[in-house]
């Protein structure tokens, strides 16, 4: 009853904003995203019947509390499903490669949800093994595969149409993702508050949700055509949607800090010099910037010289979840 699975982060060209069901976590919109090679999780999921509660390991490090919680909760779904009450050692490593906040939850949860299905003798195909993700972090569920992935919201209450889709594979096209890791990071809001404050207290939300067929439609047109200017200028226009809702809620709040702008105008300036970057923000400080491979150096020392950035992790598409 042990299982290890592999997953990796991904950035949303097409955010994932706003629940329209906490509980199962359903979004209020589909959205999109580019799995990351740059960052993975490694779970080992080990069920065992002597263990009076489940135990959490991250990065060799023992956890209790809320993220503990987090884990036996979903765990508790896992054992729902399969109609087995046994409790579980969690081991899980982080691939980072610097200690810098980027450890996400869609790596983490998408990891586990293979690793503990395996472990607990369910045989869950992609689709299934996607919906379990949700359940843990809405973004993981696009996690368990690779290359562009979209989130199809669906439309049922209970969820079981709501699950992600490969949209091309890795291979499809040869991108580059720089993540910019700032020096200083603080992080207020959860994506899980500021996503419940901005659906219920922000008037822009819903011109937020009225764009988003239109920008799908076009991003998928994009990418089928390796149309890089208009794949990137709809994620950024996207991602500048999403975090203008931010300041329209009641209390009102931002993710960006100082050095998120000067990344951003960095990233706008090498545009007007002919070169094609674009950025897009999740729900934090930090900038990841798209760009082609042949940018590769001209992107780097660019983003280096920006004061306040620390370091620079490069990504290409990456792969989707795999057992080890
Ligand atoms: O899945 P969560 O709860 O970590 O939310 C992710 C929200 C964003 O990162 C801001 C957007 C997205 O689609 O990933």
Aim: glycine fraction near 8%; include cysteine; charged fraction near 25%.
């Amino acid at each position: 009853m042990k299982a290890t699975a592999r997953a990796h982060t991904n950035i949303a060209l097409i955010k994932y904003w706003g629940k329209r069901n906490e509980s199962l976590i359903l979004p209020a919109n589909s959205n999109l995203s580019v799995t990351l090679d740059g960052f993975s999780t490694e779970t080992t999921v080990h069920f065992q019947e002597d263990l009076k509660k489940d135990i959490f390991l991250l990065n060799e490090q023992n956890v209790e509390g809320n993220d503990l919680g987090k884990v036996a909760v979903f765990l508790d779904k896992v054992r729902a499903l399969s109609g087995n009450e046994i409790y579980a050692q969690v081991q899980s490593v982080n691939h980072v490669p610097t200690a810098a906040g980027f450890a996400s939850s869609a790596s983490g949860l998408a990891a586990l949800a293979a690793a503990s299905a395996k472990a607990i003798g369910l045989s869950l195909d992609d689709t299934e093994l996607s919906k379990l993700a949700r359940q843990g972090s809405g973004s993981a569920c696009r996690s368990i595969y690779g290359g562009f992935v979209e989130w199809q919201m669906g439309e049922r209450e209970d969820g079981a149409d709501s699950f992600a889709v490969q949209v091309a594979d890795r291979s499809h096209w040869d991108i580059r993702i720089a993540a910019v890791v700032l020096s200083k990071t603080m992080k207020k809001v959860s994506s899980r508050e500021g996503m419940r404050r901005t659906v219920e207290t922000s008037p822009f939300y819903a011109g937020w949700l009225e764009q988003i067929p239109k920008d799908l439609q076009e991003i998928k047109q994009a990418i089928a055509d390796k149309d890089f200017e208009k794949m990137g200028s709809i994620a950024e226009a996207n991602c500048l949607r999403m975090h203008a809702t931010t300041l329209g809620a009641n209390p009102p709040f931002t993710y960006w800090q100082d050095t998120t702008m000067r990344v951003m105008q960095t990233v706008q300036s090498l545009r007007e010099q002919g070169v094609p970057a674009f950025f897009t923000i999740d729900a934090g400080p930090n900038v990841k910037v798209l760009y082609l491979p042949e940018d590769e150096d001209k992107v780097k020392k660019r983003l280096h010289s920006i004061e306040g950035v620390d370091d620079i992790i490069i990504s290409k598409p990456g792969n989707g979840i795999s057992y080890l």
